[in-house]
């Protein structure tokens, strides 16, 4: 994906709305569909017709973005703290989630900090996108309901997620264990994976 400059972004609200929908919308990055759907109510209007109909969302980059100082772009129309951009530019990717067409989510948190929506909004996105093949939770808590609904996605092939911050009182080893002999590759990851893989890594093996 890449970025797209003030000039560009101009010269693109002239395009046909075929030409932007499939040959160059795909090919920018969030953050230049956040500003591109300031830019005028057609692209605004062409940016949240392709959100809806996005196959893959990965927070990672936007979680960069957000939280480097160059790259502070107001998903909202102004800019408060972390916490506040990243569940505006959650909700902006999802328009308010609403999508349901994805095959590939990727959910990137921080070990000491609170989610970027709570659990019950993420559970709601995974729910409504029962076509999911590829789930990643990376620094996020994993509770019992909300893996109640990723064991219920039919097409389901990876997943990802972080096993120090599993509450410790979830039935995770009997779920995870049914999930992989549905088919599902499951693999852990996060920051504080060298305290707990010992206890946790045969979970995934």
């Known amino acids: 994906m890449v970025a797209a400059s003030k000039v560009q972004e101009g010269l693109m609200a002239h395009l046909p709305l075929e ?24 692209m605004r209007s062409a940016v949240h017709t392709f959100l809806l109909k996005s196959k893959t ?28 951009d990243l569940k505006a ?3 902006f990717l999802t328009r308010n989630t609403s999508v349901t067409s ?14 970027m929506v709570n659990l019950n909004t993420i ?18 808590k994993l509770t019992d309901p909300l893996l109640d609904v990723i ?17 410790k009182g979830s039935n995770l080893y009997f779920k995870i264990k049914e999930l992989k002999q549905k088919g599902c590759e499951i693999t852990g990851v996060g920051q504080q994976r060298q305290q707990y893989w010992k206890g946790t890594a045969r979970v995934f093996n």
């Open 19 to 42: 030409l932007l929908t499939f040959y160059i919308l795909p090919q920018l990055d969030q953050v230049s569909l956040a500003r591109l759907a300031k830019t005028c109510t057609r």
């Open 57 to 84: 969302l990965d927070m990672k980059d936007v979680i960069y973005w957000i939280e480097t100082e160059n790259h502070l772009v107001d998903f909202t129309d102004q800019i408060k703290v972390r916490g506040d």
């Open 89 to 91: 530019a959650f909700m």
């Open 102 to 115: 994805l095959r590939r989510l990727k959910m990137w948190g921080h070990p000491d900090q609170p989610t």
């Open 123 to 140: 559970r709601k996105l995974i729910k409504q996108n029962r076509n999911l093949e590829e789930l990643s939770l990376v620094n996020m």
């Open 151 to 167: 064991m219920k996605l039919p097409k389901l092939k990876y997943l990802q997620l972080s096993p120090a911050l599993i509450n």
